[in-house]
């Protein structure tokens, strides 16, 4: 068989597309497809610029990146984003009569493979300046519900009984099965008050290994 021939026959076994004449280019192209880079987007939610939240985030993109994937990162606690006004102009699935930083975020989220929130535990929740974020997304909400995406929740609080993290985690998930997402992990880091006491942990670690499965 010509190498030409051979080449060929092997794109259409790995690809599973059909090798027309200018086909080998084509079914390159495909092969990228199947490579599965992704474009990830990561929502922090603490006003802590160097806080053990962001701490967290930076591991699982330090992880992600060297996998490959592409990551776009949204601060909510530095951006401008209202809460929702629930007038209910969008109807679930149009542009949103407040124009800030939302817009920014609003094409990457659409997009995107993969959402990871990081936040802190504030009174047992996600953060405000986080939930406000979330709570935008009602507009998109027909363009990501049941349009399936991974997601992973990194989180970090002050206490140390496992039994405090449920509300949120109980949250995340509710989240998870309304909008037909899958969760592929959550970091609990437990006991950690003052800013960057969680890099004396192995939930860093954690958050990294997270980052470099996906
Ligand atoms: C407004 C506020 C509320 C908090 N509520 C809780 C809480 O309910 N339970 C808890 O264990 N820690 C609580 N904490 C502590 C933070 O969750 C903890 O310090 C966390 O590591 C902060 O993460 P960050 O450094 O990413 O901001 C609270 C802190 C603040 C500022």
């Known amino acids: 068989m010509k190498r030409r021939d051979f080449l060929r026959k092997s794109l259409l ?14 079914a390159v192209e495909n092969m990228n497809i199947t490579k599965k880079k992704m ?40 951006k ?13 699935d149009g542009l949103c009569v407040i124009k800030d930083d939302f817009n920014e975020l609003r094409p990457h989220l659409i997009a995107a493979d993969m959402v990871v929130f990081a936040t802190p535990m504030y009174y047992f929740g996600i953060s405000a300046q986080m939930k406000r974020v979330i709570d935008r997304f009602y507009a998109i909400n027909e ?29 995340y998930h509710a989240l998870m099965d309304y909008l037909g997402w899958e969760s592929v992990g959550e970091v609990v880091a437990s006991g950690v ?21 996906i």
């Open 39 to 78: 474009e990830i987007v990561v929502l922090t939610g603490s006003p802590r610029r160097n806080g053990n939240s962001a701490y967290l985030a930076e591991r699982f993109v330090k992880g992600a990146q060297e996998k490959g994937h592409e990551v776009y990162r949204f601060d909510c606690a530095f």
């Open 143 to 171: 363009q990501i519900k049941g349009h399936y995406k991974k997601a992973a929740f990194l989180m970090t609080y002050a206490d140390t009984a496992k039994k405090e993290a449920e509300p949120m985690l109980l949250h």
């Open 13 to 26: 076994a790995a690809t599973g597309s059909i090798v027309l004449e200018s086909g080998i280019v084509r």
């Open 193 to 213: 008050w003052t800013a960057g006491s969680v890099r004396n942990t192995h939930y860093g670690e954690q958050a990294y290994r997270l980052g470099k499965s």
């Open 80 to 92: 401008q984003v209202e809460p929702c006004r629930a007038c209910n102009r969008c109807g679930m």
